[in-house]
């Protein structure tokens, strides 16, 4: 059973300031990292993923990987209120069933 | 493009009783998902299916049925409803080649609670 493990926070970080969202997980041989962004009774949404090692970026939104430490992080760069949120990470459990394994989230909350 | 459509939105159901969750996908996305999120916690894969006609367990099957007879459809089932059901459902698809990066466009979701 694939893990992923995240701090569930929260993360309090000032406007304009770089947030960093970590997550590790268990499975040496994942390939993929996905994150997601959720709002408070709301469903996830896709914000980036990345397969290979090293930096992915996406405007304010750069994903960071280190396969041989097992960990993917997210930086959030210039935060902004409206970021303000539960940051999901996820594996995908099996090439066969394409279905995620996701962590339980970091809460980000960004003051103005 | 209406994308993962869900319903209902919300229901209360007593325990004992018994629902149908309701999703469907305009998308035709060959993979559908079903996932159950308690309060503070990741989601939990329930079912998913991989085609019409295909379906199979997730981590946490149990007190739960699908079927899928059509690309468009995936419901679930809820038999003989438990409190341990209360949670948030999410419907989810996915298609295209590409294993491990094709992201999942999820429903609205659906908040159920059983008193």
């Known amino acids: 059973q694939k893990e992923v493990e995240q701090n569930s926070g929260p993360l309090s970080v000032p406007e304009g300031a770089i947030a960093s969202l970590n997550c590790t997980y268990s499975?040496?041989?994942?390939?993929?990292f996905f994150w997601y962004r959720q709002y408070s009774g709301k469903s996830p949404e896709l914000i980036m993923f990345i397969y290979s090692n090293g930096d992915k970026e996406d405007g304010r939104f750069t994903a960071q990987l280190n396969k041989a430490s097992q960990y993917v992080s997210l930086l959030i760069r210039d935060s902004q209120p409206s970021d303000s949120a539960t940051y999901l990470c996820a594996v995908p459990m099996d090439t066969g069933r394409r279905a995620l394994t996701f962590g339980s989230g970091t809460r980000l909350q960004v003051q103005p | 493009n209406a994308g993962v459509t869900q319903t209902p939105k919300f229901r209360i159901l007593k325990i004992g009783q018994s629902m149908t969750l309701q999703c469907a996908q305009d998308m035709n996305h060959n993979y559908m998902y079903w996932y159950r999120q308690d309060p503070g916690m990741g989601l939990k894969l329930i079912y998913y299916s991989v085609g019409a006609g295909i379906t199979d367990k997730g981590e946490v099957p149990n007190g739960y049925n699908v079927s899928r007879s059509t690309t468009e459809d995936f419901p679930l089932r809820l038999e003989l409803a438990a409190p341990s059901q209360t949670s948030v459902y999410f419907c989810?698809?996915?298609?295209?080649?590409?294993?491990?990066?094709?992201?999942?466009?999820f429903g609205d979701g659906t908040r159920l609670s059983i008193l």
């Open positions: 989810a698809s996915s298609g295209g080649v590409g294993v491990g990066n094709q992201p999942q466009h």
């Open positions: 499975d040496r041989g994942s390939q993929s």
